[in-house]
DNA sequence: CTGAAAGCGCTTACAG
DNA sequence: CTGAAAGCGCTTACAG
């Protein structure tokens, strides 16, 4: 009895428009995709329809024919509970992806993939639901990038590209980021300076030790391997590796650490032991994530520029896309400096 | 002169299946959708085909034909630079999401809105883009409510239902919440017990505020209007408001804050007046965000199981889509004791 | 249990 | 500058 707003369901299309204009589908079709064939006058009187008539166009229909989704899936692991801060990086990285990729009239799909799962690729390639891909995840990403450049389905992903593959990456300047965050360590007069580092076996954390080693150098101090260590980003990872760094250097006066978060755990561990931060020892962390300014001292850190990074990935994705142009970009690095050192 | 892998494009279709199975389009459709009137060895033989072949059905002529896109948008603010903090909690909530979500089939769209854009409920309902949209925005949250309402939209929101609307909401019991993190803090033995609010126009700080003030009742003290504030759930209003909770009320011994980003923002000028949290003043906060368990010291806070909510997000959006049952949820909240009280 | 046919709404050679 | 027609890959009455 009561009435269906089923009368909306009509979406108005590009035949009726036609209709209403007196025209063909064809020249709807091109008029609102503003090719150059049509008349002025043919087009205004189009266009004026569509706008009354709140014309969208379907795009499944457009997608079928052009074969293109439009749409680019960023993937990244399922927690399968939830987000944790772990991932803020990742979420950080979310609104300049989205501005990039809707400049220029894409959608952004989330995707999240469990690590095992080698079926996704072709689950959202070759159904039409994306375009291409955008690789933030880190456990099991060089597999994922072998199946990818295997099945040579356009992607970028954030990090150090792959000797052995061709796809496009974004990186930070590791290297400057290493250098500046000792560099002013050094530059405040801390002598015995330490570095905790990401995993030993990343590129990224060796450029970014390569950096540290020049900055102390530069300085006139000595790179003491007592006072290096590696963990894995993580805050708790952060907590235990400064622990043992205190074990094995006791009178460090500065740490360099990859991460803000294993920054912030090594801060608590010191905080525990009654060393201040940063009269007792300096702390520099790395990526400036927002959180970085909620804690209590705010951490000095290295900023990778997030939302430039997240617009990059979505415009050079395009363009390969586009051209298949493999690009490596390095985004610049810069020192925030904050309470902790 | 090097070949292109152009061949990997001929994606499998419905027909390819057809013609090697020796059967219509309609038979392998029906199979693959494992439609009762199919037998079972046609469906067999069919879906063994298709998986040799690695079948993958064509999504955009899928939607086109069944006029659905199986996909929602997850629809929160355009931060135009990045996402900051303050969306943690919407973040947080993500993963729960699309769990839920792809247990249904479902894709999920990423869509920041501008705060004063009316056009992107038809730009994604008519275009076919999306079934249904997921409110998280905070801003101009009943604008966009209303919009939504007035058009039919099928949509589930995250807040409080409006009175004068009918639409799928989910919430957290902060009526619990608030009489929780009081009676805990009077449980302490605190006497002299600080409301630091969310804006107080919103139906949620009122039940908190309900909560706390039973909490009080009930262990025999008394609600100070004094030590009664409101902020906006940043932390930077934390700090503001925790100052003129100072100054209102000097010997507060303990706080209730509606946000743990006001929090956190509350136990830095804390700090910085030399309070120690929580010797001198017990601090609560509001919805167990992962950075709680990051901050010095850790803090106690009243938990909205997130996954959960995200899960019911999810799936009371997707009964509404199919059956336009309208559901209000309240999702349980329990207090997550840590350092700070 | 299976098939032929129409249709979803668009785009684009091809022909004027 | 414009139109008729075919086609994108699927689903589903309708007819056996």
Redesign the interface.
Known sequence: MKPR?VE?KK?CTIADIAREAGVSKSTVSRALNDNPLIGDGTKQKINAIAKKR?F??????R??TLKQ?NTIA?VTH????????C??FT??????I??GL?EQGY????L?VDPCDADWP??HL????ADGFILMTSTRKQAHIKMLVE??APFIAWGIPHPKYSYCTVIGDDLTGGKLAAGHLAGLGRKRIAFLGGPSEEKEVSLRFEGYSTALQEAGLIVDPLRVVHGDYS?KSGAEKMRSLLDRAPDLDAVFVNSD?MA??A??VL?EIGKRVPEDVAVVGYDNL??TE???PTLTTVSQN??LV?KLLAQNLLQYIRTRAVTHTTVPVELVVRQSA
Chains 1, 2 share one sequence.
Do not use: C, W
């Open positions: 707003a909306k979406a709140h969208q166009i379907n795009m499944p229909a997608r079928l989704s960023f399922s927690m399968y509970k939830q987000f944790s801060v991932d803020l979420m950080e990285i979310l609104g300049g989205t501005s809707k959608d952004l799909l989330m999240f072709a689950q070759a159904a039409g639901r099945m040579d805050d978060l912030i755990g801060m608590q905080r927002s959180i909620k804690v209590t997030i939302p997240g």
